[in-house]
């Protein structure tokens, strides 16, 4: 299967590590070989020799709509409707607010208990903010989000793919709901963006946010990114003013002036040495096929579930994932008691997943750099770690900092 | 007087282009030598070779904290009070409803139209989004901050250093008045931290703010810092309350726990390139002493004055910074009509500097790589494209999109 994949040659663009099985490009995307030249140049080149000129020379100060033109492709969005910028959550309170903007006469917020947690924190800071706004929560697995949207509800915000199950929400179907509502509907994107054909303009969303360092491969903490519909981008504003986002920010004036176009979500200024390592995980994308990388993707996780339900499920190891390929992203979750336990047993092994609480293994799959020999190698190595009971050892309980 | 400097080596240790003299460390300070061995690390060993393990085995997550602790010492503050994050914009906001957060009594923000444009522009954004605040702004140059504030003001927002002029504003003594009031105080740092000794616990500031790549040397875009007083931090709220604020992150909670420390401020996940290259530049400051930076700078800004005034005051160039050294900081900022075109003209000379509208040119000094025989060659620069009218060509009229 690797030998007839035709993604087979995309893996060279990658710089990974010779000894272990990398399954956590859904947290954190590996290197792709190009970067390290490109944040050379950037650090020796743009900064040290031409210093203050890059602004212009190096166009500093436009990569956040040139590398958001870039990005607008994959998501299936416009040239203009994309800007990268700060993180996930900075971009989730402008486009709540933005959302808000948009609905004056209405202040109800939607969103998901199942949501990544920082989706919900935000909310919160948002509702903290404005008095008026209440928050309406899908609970947890009740899977019932339309019932809750009518005709109060200024904004919905949910995940594309959810964290932890990877399951796909239906971007077309639940888009059509909210605008039946007269609501603005928010789409995360962290989980989908990279990994699945997204259609933002075909499902006529609002606004999208997401970060660009899992499937995207931007490196740690790389810039995220923010979509506004060309249809809402002259009347949405956001409170988060700064003069990165002014019509004219070099002509500083007293007052603000929001620009025009998509760079009215701009704040203050970008981080150019992680915002420039961006720029070679999306060219990578410029040569990709994103229904082949669907194909591969689908097959990939439906191959590690087989075996981890044929070779682990006898010892307790359940499928949190959904089971139907088409309603599953790039990742396969797992249950197990022990969960963290056996997910340090897997990385000594050499296969780097995740564990989310309360008892969750994560195991994502990219077609850009994965193998099915390395799904079948994962597998093995969780069995052995299962049959054996490696996991039950003491050193495997103890919690680190960050998991 | 270069070769009893005491800072003299200082300058070995950046990386300086050989045909510049470089005066405009105060909007982009250069590369430390040592910065390009930590970012190619951060890359290929960090990020590349280590991938989802760096968050614990290279600190990435508590780099925040830890550099936060580095650049405390050179504030003036303590362990535990500063944070690195985001952008300085996006830090006035949570700078602002900090105090806000503090004096929920109260609700008039006041702030100065000479300030830099993105705090007059995040203020409006606050007052945007709360609709009971209300905006005080000092007029341009009419130095009376202290009527504007009584027992209606909730936070006083002010720079330190202007960032035309490079006036220092006196912080203890403004700090005082607003207290007396009732009020909390935010400092504005960008263009005082690292150039003059800063003691915001010596003049008992509340909140300040600043950025990080114009004296500090953190490279184009390094993440920016908050401070917060200890006696503040328990109280204190603000609405951009990410997971990374969080009090236990990783716990992925569903409702918002705000940390008890200085982590309260974090929202997003931080671009861990642009925050490790930011550690050369901090630790540079750790051998420094900042009476002995300060005594040079003020050195140099004199002298600076001095060949301006005696060479090219006959030609209608005019200084706009104070003339008394202890009220200036690190820049000598100068007025002419057509001040754009000589800033050109003496760029193409080799002397970087840069232009503020409408008609201001800044040359920023800096103890720790400016020498003076770069003073005096600057200054007759100046005095030849002011003599033989260098600058009146069309093409240093033409402007750029970044100045």
């Not at 609480?357 to 299962?386: K, Q």
Request: overall charge negative; proline content about 4%.
């Amino acid at each position: 299967m690797d030998q007839s994949d035709p993604l087979r040659d995309v893996r060279d663009l990658f710089d990974l590590p010779a000894d272990i099985i990398y399954l956590d490009g859904n947290s954190l995307g590996p290197a792709p070989k190009a970067v390290f030249a490109e944040i050379e140049k950037t650090a020796k080149t743009e900064w040290a020799n031409d210093l203050i000129r890059s602004w212009n020379s190096a166009d500093w100060f436009k990569l956040v709509e040139q590398y958001g033109d870039k990005l607008a492709k994959i998501l299936g969005a416009d040239t203009g409707e994309v800007v990268i910028c700060d993180s996930t959550s900075i971009n989730l309170y402008k486009a709540l607010y933005g959302g808000l903007s948009l609905r004056p006469d209405r202040a109800v917020i939607v969103a998901e208990t199942n949501s990544f947690p920082t989706d919900l924190y935000i909310t919160e800071g948002v509702a903290a903010s404005r008095s008026d706004v209440k928050i309406r929560l899908e609970k947890e697995d009740e899977d019932n989000i339309e019932d809750l949207i009518d005709e109060d509800v200024a904004v919905v915000l949910v995940n594309h793919v959810d964290y932890r199950s990877g399951k796909i929400r239906d971007m077309p179907a639940l888009t059509k709901i909210a605008h039946d509502a007269g609501a603005i509907i928010i789409w995360d994107l962290c989980h989908s963006a990279g990994i699945l054909p997204v259609d933002l303009n075909g499902a006529k969303a609002d606004l999208a946010v997401g970060c660009t360092y899992k499937y995207l491969n931007g490196g740690p903490g790389s810039p995220a990114y923010i979509f506004a519909a060309k249809r809402h981008i002259e009347a949405i504003g956001q409170p988060l003013s700064g003069w990165w986002g002014h019509a004219n920010p070099f002509a500083f004036d007293v007052s603000y002036q929001k620009d025009r176009g998509i760079r009215k979500f701009l704040c203050g200024t970008q981080p150019i040495l992680s915002l420039r390592a961006l720029k070679s995980g999306l060219e990578i994308y410029e040569k990709l096929d994103m229904r082949a990388v669907r194909t591969k993707s689908m097959t990939m996780t439906d191959m590690f579930i087989d075996l981890v339900d044929n070779s682990c499920g006898e010892f307790g190891i359940a499928i949190y994932s959904p089971r139907e390929a088409s309603k599953r992203a790039g990742q396969v979750a797992l249950t197990f008691e022990h969960g963290y336990a056996v997910a340090q047993a897997l990385i000594e092994q050499g296969v780097i997943g995740d564990f989310r609480a309360p008892n969750i293994l994560r195991y994502g799959f990219s077609p850009l750099y994965n193998t099915y020999g390395e799904v079948c190698t994962a597998a093995a190595s969780l069995n052995r770690i299962m049959k054996d009971r490696l996991w039950d050892q003491e050193r495997f309980h103890k919690r680190l900092t960050v998991t």
